[in-house]
């Protein structure tokens, strides 16, 4: 019922350097779009605007994904992609 119980520090949560940014500058032409601004403020929660955010340890819900898609696109462009 408290859902709060599972909010972590998102310096607890979050790696500073995440293995998919790694990866993307270690190819060119790939763009690593980071969406942890999106998912976490100061503490990554698992509710977020009443959406639950997480189906498991690390994959976020088809509803929380849908919700985040216009970001994801405004992001994508601004990193110059269509």
């Known amino acids: 019922p408290d859902l709060r119980g599972c ?3 998102r310096a ?3 790696p500073t350097d995440p293995p998919e940014a790694r990866a993307a500058r270690a190819v060119a032409g790939v763009v ?8 976490c403020d100061d503490r990554c929660r698992l ?6 955010i997480y189906r498991d340890d690390n994959h ?5 994904a849908r919700a985040l898609a ?3 696109v405004d992001l994508l ?5 269509p």
Do not use: C, S
Not at 47 to 52: H, K, P, Q, S, Y
Not at 77 to 81: K, N
């Open 32 to 39: 690593f779009v980071d969406l942890d601004d999106e998912i």
């Open 7 to 9: 909010d972590r520090p």
């Open 60 to 64: 976020v819900t088809d509803a929380f």
């Open 47 to 52: 509710v977020r605007d009443g959406r639950l």
């Open 12 to 14: 607890e949560a979050l």
């Open 70 to 72: 216009p970001r994801f």
């Open 77 to 81: 462009e601004r990193a110059g992609r």
